[in-house]
């Protein structure tokens, strides 16, 4: 069965710093990963993405995320921190069960607060 | 840039009422997804759709759900007979095209059973 850890609840980091959101995935196979971020009243907007290639993958809006097959994680990252990126994060898997569509199994979010 | 759209953003409805939750995915876009967030947990998938049928269901998505595709535009959720726990944030997504893997979220609509 697969499943997606979001260790932290909160990150708080300060404007200009450089942040990390983490995210740890359990999967059968080769493991499609993503990332969305979710600001108020908002849907989901889609950050990057890793289906194979280079574990450094860049995304929306100045984020990355590296891809870490022995650590089985996904952690995503920015360099220096904007008081705009303060939203909710969600890492996200592709879940491999069934023959449909690419249905996606998601973390329980991390709420990002970069202060001014 | 295309978006998903949803409507209503609200929905305050009765227990044992049906409701319709509509969207209006990406135009050329083939498979189309519900999912729910209840208030303050995660997002959960609920059923997805392609080719006019339902590709793969999760087990919330139980016999008071159903999805259609009435036109080329609109892809619904009813709730035969709301309950309770079925007020969430419902979101409805789209994929499809070179980018099949990237799925596209809709504003969601927060549904509110009393």
């Known amino acids: 069965a697969q499943s997606v850890a979001q260790p932290e609840d909160q990150v708080n980091v300060a404007e200009g710093n450089p942040l990390t959101v983490k995210c740890t995935y359990s999967?059968?196979?080769?493991?499609?990963l993503f990332w969305y971020v979710q600001y108020p009243n908002r849907g989901l907007q889609f950050l990057l993405k890793?289906?194979?290639?280079?574990?450094l993958v860049k995304g929306s809006y100045g984020f990355e995320a590296e891809f870490n097959k022995s650590q089985t994680s996904f952690h995503l990252k920015k360099p220096s921190a904007l008081v705009s990126d303060s939203a909710l994060y969600f890492c996200?898997?592709?879940?491999?069960?069934?023959?449909?569509?690419?249905?996606?199994?998601f973390g329980t979010g991390t709420r990002l607060t970069v202060i001014p | 840039e295309p978006e998903v759209t949803q409507t209503p953003s609200h929905q305050v409805t009765q227990m044992g009422q049906e409701v319709i939750l509509r969207c209006v995915p990406i135009?050329?876009?083939?498979?189309f997804y519900w999912y729910r967030q209840i208030l303050g947990q995660k997002v959960e998938f609920l059923v997805s759709?392609?080719?006019?049928?339902?590709?793969?269901k999760s087990e919330i998505f139980d016999d008071q759900f159903s999805v259609e595709r009435p036109d080329g535009s609109n892809f619904t959720l009813k709730i035969r007979s709301t309950k309770l726990e079925d007020s969430a944030m419902y979101f409805c997504?789209?994929?499809?095209?070179?980018?099949?893997?990237?799925?596209?979220f809709g504003p969601g609509t927060r549904l509110t059973v009393t």
């Open positions: 997504a789209s994929s499809g095209g070179s980018r099949a893997y990237e799925q596209y």
């Open positions: 999967v059968s196979g080769n493991p499609y």
């Open positions: 890793y289906i194979t290639g280079d574990n």
């Open positions: 996200a898997v592709r879940d491999i069960r069934g023959t449909g569509a690419n249905n996606l199994f």
């Open positions: 135009s050329n876009h083939l498979y």
């Open positions: 759709f392609y080719n006019n049928e339902i590709s793969e």
